[in-house]
């Protein structure tokens, strides 16, 4: 946490774990001595909801063959999907790519050539429960999808734990610079001005889930720490 005191237009700083940044220049109009604080906040909420990345992707000797086969099984999958109740504004399709299988010679005397087809069709899941997590995932992989690239939780309430951290950094910075104020022998004065560094928002992620569609698949949320960072200055009323 970085503690800044002016007086008479020098600024002693008074350092702490966090590290300092440096270059950093806060305009102001106000004159006479100032107190410039860093506060930290933190808020913890719980992931209510998943993203899914599933895919399904399809081999054959030409890119009919592989799109056609791909379009067969991604359509059960879709099916199923809406079947146990997700609705078409939960499913997208982020990704369609049809790519030719090469081969190459081991001493590399002759050109390579194509053997075949790759297609992979992917499909983003939106759900509104975790319980769905893991029922998804698993008749998505009966159904003939053979990738699930990543799963993301996020909060709906992410919002309101981003204002309380907010809150938080605020008080932070307060109690922080009524202390420094009293050490250098005054009060504080008016609130000069006050702005947030805030940390973005990341969803918890767990990548390259891989499981047996026989199986039901251990799912669990965790927990999301939201940080916030506010700069405030004050004025310093009879330092000395």
């Known amino acids: 946490m970085r503690k800044s005191l002016?007086?008479?237009?020098?600024?002693?700083?008074?350092?702490?774990?966090?590290?300092?940044?440096?270059?950093?220049?806060?305009?102001s109009t106000a004159t006479g001595?100032?107190?410039?604080?860093?506060?930290?906040?933190?808020a913890t909420v719980t992931p209510d909801r998943a993203t899914i990345f599933?895919?399904?992707?399809?081999?054959?000797?030409?890119?009919?063959?592989?799109?056609?086969?791909?379009a067969r099984r991604l359509k059960l999958?879709?099916?199923t999907l809406r079947a146990i109740g997700l609705s078409s504004e939960q499913l997208t399709t982020v990704n369609y790519n049809v790519?030719?299988?090469?081969?190459?010679?081991?001493?590399?005397?002759?050109?390579?050539?194509?053997?075949?087809?790759?297609?992979?069709?992917?499909?983003?899941?939106?759900?509104?429960?975790?319980?769905?997590?893991?029922?998804?995932?698993d008749a998505a992989l009966a159904k003939g999808a053979n990738e699930v690239s990543s799963l993301q939780f996020y909060s709906s309430k992410a919002d309101s734990a981003r204002r309380a951290a907010l809150a938080s950094a605020v008080a932070d910075a307060r109690a922080d610079a009524e202390a420094l104020a009293r050490?250098?022998?005054?009060?504080?004065?008016?609130?000069?001005?006050?702005?947030?560094?805030?940390?973005?928002?990341?969803?918890?992620?767990?990548?390259?889930i891989r499981a047996m569609a026989a199986q039901k698949t251990p799912i669990e949320g965790g927990a999301q720490t939201i940080t916030a960072t506010v700069t405030a200055r004050w004025t310093l009323l009879g330092g000395k």
């Open 33 to 42: 001595p100032q107190i410039v604080v860093t506060g930290t906040g933190e």
């Open 77 to 79: 999958v879709l099916d």
């Open 54 to 70: 599933l895919g399904v992707q399809t081999r054959a000797a030409t890119a009919a063959g592989a799109g056609a086969e791909n």
């Open 183 to 208: 050490a250098a022998g005054g009060s504080l004065g008016p609130l000069i001005e006050l702005t947030s560094v805030e940390s973005p928002i990341r969803p918890v992620a767990v990548d390259a």
């Open 6 to 27: 002016m007086l008479g237009g020098v600024i002693f700083s008074f350092l702490a774990a966090a590290p300092v940044v440096r270059g950093q220049a806060i305009p």
């Open 99 to 137: 790519s030719p299988e090469m081969q190459y010679s081991p001493n590399g005397q002759t050109p390579p050539k194509v053997v075949g087809y790759i297609v992979t069709n992917g499909v983003r899941a939106e759900l509104r429960r975790l319980d769905d997590v893991a029922r998804v995932i």
